[in-house]
């Protein structure tokens, strides 16, 4: 079975490697998947996430788990006493059995860590899962005898045949592992024993990441509205989540949505979703942004075109969750060019948006003036209201109603106004329709 693949997190001592114990509990904290993150460049060296140095005393029915020192003593505590930075392993239901033999124990795993463990896309778990591998031992230290490990298989991590237990299982932060039962064999004899353990799991970032705004890569801002500015917070981090120094790169995914400065300062320009991403070298991170609608004001500078981006306030062209608005003392007033869809329409009184053959439809409110001979003006085009419980008044060309509107003024139209599927409640309001 192939071990050292691309994107796992190896217990492998390397420069740079963070060497912690796990102590161990009983508490668990389930989190809920990450979700989806870009990828962070070709894999780097790998890094040790815990390695932990056991002691088993068969008599007193115990197992307790502590750092692995420097020097030629190794204390250790009791299990429920204490916990690791990186990873925590819990041990329970002790038991040895003297007609076979076996010494048993049940251990979970829990990740302590912000990037989940055991996967490495972040929502789908590894096939080959988290390994907990003895790295020496078992070693008796007291009584006589030998002791031996009965493992889910063997592979090479920090040396050939080395025995494991396989955690099957995608942990997000805190989250505790399904427990597992180890079992060693040794005679009666045999009073104490001890051995080291680490942890190799395999994680989307074994490199590191980019967090913004304290969040994974490929986390969701939410809404921005255009105009609108949020300054991101960038941290360089290392697979375990130890920041570290260095220089960041912004940049966007659809400068037309969002854009970002140099120091991280996202702007929101037209409605669209689009990432904020964020690089160091070969590390990276990104956070999306769903830039919202707003109202789009005509200026027609340039010409009479509707998708010409110049003839907007702010040359850009309304999207389909734009309202539009439509003022008088323009040097031209818009015409559609093609079908066309919008959120609400506000044509002042005295100025006119021409729909020729073309379709406009509408999901928010319409309104425009009562003026003869301004408002919204067609020949063979319909104004289609598709929103639910909006309003509608003003001069109409042949409409179509899908969606449920109520009057907030006259009406001054062309026929047929037709209703299909949708409703138009008229109240108090003036209905006039004229033939083509």
């Known amino acids: ?159 050939a045949a080395q025995p494991y237990y396989a955690y099957v299982q995608l942990l997000t932060a805190n989250q505790v592992s399904s427990t597992r039962t180890w079992t060693f064999v040794l005679p009666p004899t045999v009073l104490t024993f001890d051995f080291t353990l680490f942890v190799s799991a395999p994680v989307e970032y074994p490199n590191g990441y980019i967090t913004l705004d304290g969040q994974l890569p490929g986390a969701s801002y939410g809404l921005l509205h255009p105009a609108d500015t949020h300054p991101l917070t960038a941290v360089i981090k290392t697979a375990v989540g130890d920041p570290v120094a260095g220089a960041v790169t912004f940049g966007t995914t659809d400068p037309v949505c969002a854009t970002v400065d140099g120091g991280g300062t996202v702007t929101g320009v037209r409605a669209a979703t689009c990432s904020i991403t964020a690089t160091a070298g070969a590390l990276g991170g990104e956070m999306v942004f769903d830039v919202t609608g707003t109202v789009r004001t005509w200026d027609g500078s340039v010409s009479t075109d ?18 539009v608005l439509i003022p008088t003392g323009v040097p031209n007033f818009p015409a559609l060019v093609a079908n066309t869809s919008i959120g609400g329409v506000d044509v002042a009184d005295l100025a006119t948006l021409t729909l ?81």
């Open 306 to 323: 509707w998708s010409n981006g110049l003839n907007w306030a702010g040359d850009l062209t309304p999207a389909t969750v734009d309202s």
């Open 1 to 159: 079975m192939q071990l050292l693949r691309r994107y796992a997190v190896h217990a492998v001592a390397v420069a740079g490697a963070v060497l912690l114990a796990a102590a161990c509990t009983d508490r668990s904290n389930p989190a809920a998947p990450a979700p989806p993150k870009p990828p962070t460049g070709p894999p780097g060296p790998t890094v040790t996430l815990a390695a932990v140095q056991c002691s088993a005393n068969r008599q007193a029915g115990t197992v307790s788990c502590g750092d692995v020192p420097s020097g030629n003593s190794l204390p250790s505590h009791i299990i429920v006493g204490g916990q690791n930075i990186n990873v925590k392993l819990t041990t329970s239901n002790i038991a040895y059995n003297g007609g076979t033999g076996q010494f048993t124990f049940d251990m979970t795993l829990q990740n302590l860590i912000e990037q989940p463990i055991g996967t490495t896309d972040g929502t789908t778990t590894d096939p080959a899962g988290n390994r907990i591998f003895l790295h020496s031992g078992p070693t008796v230290t007291s009584g006589s005898g030998v002791a031996a490990v009965v493992p889910d298989g063997f592979d090479f991590f920090t040396a």
């Open 356 to 436: 020729g053959a073309f379709d406009l439809t509408s999901d928010q409110n319409v309104a425009t003036g009562p003026t003869g001979g301004s408002g919204i003006l067609s020949t063979t085009g319909r104004l289609i209201l598709a929103g639910t419980a909006k309003t509608v008044h003003g001069r109409l060309p042949t409409g179509l109603v899908t969606g449920t509107y109520s009057l907030s003024g006259g009406i001054f139209g062309i026929a047929p106004q037709t209703v299909d599927a949708g409703t138009l409640e008229i109240d108090t309001y003036e209905v006039q329709l004229d033939s083509q």
